[in-house]
């Protein structure tokens, strides 16, 4: 349990950790904001592209070497971008640390959940918060390391930590290799889900900036959404005949899994622009270096431990998933709503720690519940499959979230600007803006979570694992 988690904590802290780095380099390479923003978009694209296909490979070619594949490449391209001496070299090695991580987490999700028998509500409960704990612990961690080590160190340290999961993998992981051929491998359903879900991501990152009605943003989001109907079209005829589609279509029946992906995307397009604007407050208006930004967020570790671990070992088992996922994002949406209303010279103790207090326990009682409830009745051949729609559900929510609220926050502080507020005034203006929009984003993912499925059983689902 404790490797399956490092290997989720590094994944889910590095798409946070450079985010912090991101000044630092802009700096280094005189990179324009649009060029810059390719350093994180970049990995997304092949995170998110990637994932259906690293998900149904764990079940057809087995977890073990498929998680092997992943953290070997994940490991060298992060080596490759901390030592990159250019822009573009940076870039290209996020493209490829993301195709990395496609492959390494659905493996490692599909493990945690047929792996532990009857504690497989109390497993998925750890991973969670696991993952809820590395999204803060991240921005602090990348504050410490960029402004003692430098901006490369937030890259660099990934390649010891993946020698060390390497050793333990082999060690502690059964060698669980089955025969696959190109028969079993639906190279149609690949190339469409993967071409459709990276053009989706790329439209969506690019439009705050090439606008949403430019022609390249219509392209690409028509040519996404061909892909994705060529994709459904195929893996509908391959089940029919009897072939091992990509993503057999019979698997969004299965109760709860699309309710619980759905809230998710929308739970977290609206809770990772907390981290954004709140991080570009403290930075931009409170004047925060690197290190005080990553020190704030301290006391969130605590509130999401704290969410995660009330959520498995008491609420869940006795109230089940439904009240805690809707309960969780009620709590997180009034934090994110408290800091909807932070001054231009605020406080931290009075504007911000409140807030931050109260998204984060929402937070970790929202991931533990959400899993547990998108995975319960999985059955152990399809877990690889229901891990990739898991993190595809959060990828693809969160890079539409984001690029939704920029638009919010840089529209309203351009009108700011023209009627002439002080520059400080107006990005907090559009900061406020975008936070006010995040909260209820959470809000309605409450409402979807109304339609998932309440369950407290840790013997559903995964007990042929």
Same mark, same amino acid.
């Given at each position: %349990?404790?490797?399956?988690?490092?290997?989720?904590?590094?994944?889910?802290?590095?798409?946070?950790?450079?985010?912090?780095?991101?000044?630092?380099?802009?700096?280094?390479?005189?990179?324009?904001?649009?060029?810059?923003?390719?350093?994180?978009?970049?990995? =997304?694209?092949?995170?998110?592209?990637?994932?259906?296909? !690293?998900?149904?490979?764990?079940?057809?070619?087995?977890? @073990?070497?498929? =998680?092997?594949?992943?953290?070997?490449?994940?490991?060298?391209?992060?080596?490759?971008?901390?030592?990159?001496?250019?822009?573009?070299?940076?870039?290209?090695?996020?493209?490829?640390? !993301?195709?990395?991580?496609?492959?390494?987490?659905?493996?490692? $999700?599909?493990?945690?959940?047929?792996?532990?028998?009857?504690? @497989?509500?109390?497993?998925?409960?750890?991973?969670?918060?696991?993952?809820?704990?590395?999204?803060?612990? !991240?921005?602090?961690?990348?504050?410490? $390391?960029?402004?003692?080590?430098?901006?490369?160190?937030?890259?660099?340290?990934?390649?010891?930590?993946?020698?060390?999961?390497?050793?333990?993998?082999?060690?502690?992981?059964?060698?669980?290799?089955?025969?696959?051929?190109?028969?079993?491998?639906?190279?149609?359903?690949?190339?469409?889900?993967?071409?459709?879900?990276?053009?989706?991501?790329?439209?969506?990152?690019?439009?705050?900036?090439?606008?949403?009605?430019?022609?390249?943003?219509?392209? #690409?989001?028509?040519?996404?959404? /061909?892909?994705?109907?060529?994709?459904?079209?195929?893996? @509908?005829?391959?089940?029919?005949?009897?072939?091992?589609?990509?993503?057999?279509?019979?698997?969004?029946?299965?109760?709860?899994? /699309?309710?619980? &992906?759905?809230?998710?995307?929308?739970?977290?397009?609206?809770?990772?622009? %907390?981290?954004?604007?709140?991080?570009?407050?403290?930075?931009?208006?409170?004047?925060?270096?690197?290190?005080?930004?990553?020190?704030?967020? $301290?006391?969130?570790?605590?509130?999401?431990?704290?969410?995660?671990?009330?959520?498995?070992?008491?609420?869940?088992?006795?109230?089940?998933?439904?009240?805690?996922?809707?309960?969780?994002?009620?709590?997180?949406?009034?934090?994110?709503?408290?800091?909807?209303?932070?001054?231009?010279?605020?406080?931290?103790?009075?504007?911000?720690?409140?807030? =931050?207090?109260?998204?984060?326990?929402?937070?970790?009682?929202?991931?533990?519940?959400?899993?547990?409830?998108?995975?319960?009745?999985?059955?152990?051949?399809?877990?690889?499959?229901?891990?990739?729609?898991?993190?595809?559900?959060?990828?693809?929510?969160?890079?539409?979230?984001?690029?939704?609220?920029?638009?919010?926050?840089?529209?309203?502080?351009? !009108?700011?600007?023209?009627?002439?507020?002080?520059?400080?005034?107006?990005?907090?203006?559009?900061?406020?803006?975008?936070?006010?929009?995040?909260?209820?984003?959470?809000?309605?993912?409450?409402?979807?979570?109304? #339609?998932?499925? &309440?369950? @407290?059983?840790?013997?559903?689902? %995964?007990?042929?694992?």
């Amino acid at each position: %349990m404790t490797l399956l988690c490092a290997i989720g904590f590094m994944d889910m802290i590095d798409a946070v950790i450079v985010n912090v780095a991101m000044p630092a380099i802009q700096h280094r390479f005189g990179l324009p904001q649009q060029s810059l923003q390719w350093v994180v978009s970049g990995y =997304l694209l092949t995170y998110g592209g990637g994932m259906l296909l !690293g998900g149904r490979a764990a079940d057809l070619v087995g977890r @073990r070497p498929v =998680l092997v594949v992943g953290v070997t490449v994940f490991a060298a391209a992060s080596l490759i971008g901390g030592l990159a001496p250019t822009p573009g070299v940076l870039i290209g090695a996020r493209v490829v640390q !993301g195709a990395g991580a496609a492959a390494m987490m659905p493996a490692a $999700l599909s493990l945690v959940m047929t792996s532990f028998g009857t504690d @497989r509500v109390r497993a998925v409960g750890i991973w969670s918060g696991t993952l809820g704990l590395a999204t803060t612990a !991240g921005v602090l961690l990348g504050g410490v $390391l960029t402004e003692v080590f430098g901006w490369r160190s937030v890259l660099l340290i990934n390649p010891i930590v993946c020698v060390v999961i390497l050793a333990g993998v082999f060690r502690l992981l059964p060698d669980d290799r089955r025969r696959a051929t190109w028969r079993t491998v639906d190279v149609a359903g690949a190339v469409s889900s993967t071409g459709g879900l990276g053009l989706l991501i790329w439209a969506v990152v690019e439009a705050p900036h090439a606008g949403w009605g430019a022609l390249s943003t219509v392209v #690409r989001l028509a040519g996404a959404a /061909v892909l994705l109907v060529v994709f459904v079209w195929n893996e @509908r005829r391959c089940e029919r005949r009897g072939g091992k589609p990509l993503v057999p279509l019979s698997i969004v029946r299965v109760r709860g899994l /699309v309710a619980a &992906n759905a809230t998710q995307a929308v739970a977290i397009g609206g809770l990772y622009g %907390m981290f954004f604007f709140v991080t570009l407050y403290m930075q931009n208006v409170l004047g925060y270096s690197a290190l005080q930004t990553g020190l704030a967020y $301290l006391p969130a570790t605590s509130g999401v431990v704290l969410g995660a671990g009330v959520a498995t070992k008491f609420l869940i088992p006795r109230a089940g998933t439904l009240p805690v996922i809707v309960g969780g994002l009620v709590v997180a949406a009034g934090g994110v709503w408290w800091l909807s209303l932070l001054p231009v010279h605020g406080s931290y103790p009075s504007d911000i720690l409140p807030g =931050l207090l109260g998204f984060s326990l929402g937070l970790g009682l929202v991931f533990v519940a959400v899993m547990n409830a998108a995975t319960a009745e999985v059955t152990p051949e399809r877990s690889g499959l229901a891990s990739a729609l898991v993190q595809i559900s959060t990828q693809v929510g969160g890079a539409i979230g984001i690029a939704v609220l920029i638009a919010f926050a840089a529209a309203h502080t351009t !009108g700011l600007l023209a009627a002439g507020v002080p520059v400080s005034g107006a990005l907090t203006g559009g900061f406020r803006l975008a936070l006010r929009v995040s909260s209820i984003a959470v809000l309605v993912a409450a409402v979807l979570g109304l #339609r998932t499925v &309440n369950t @407290r059983d840790t013997t559903s689902g %995964m007990m042929g694992g």
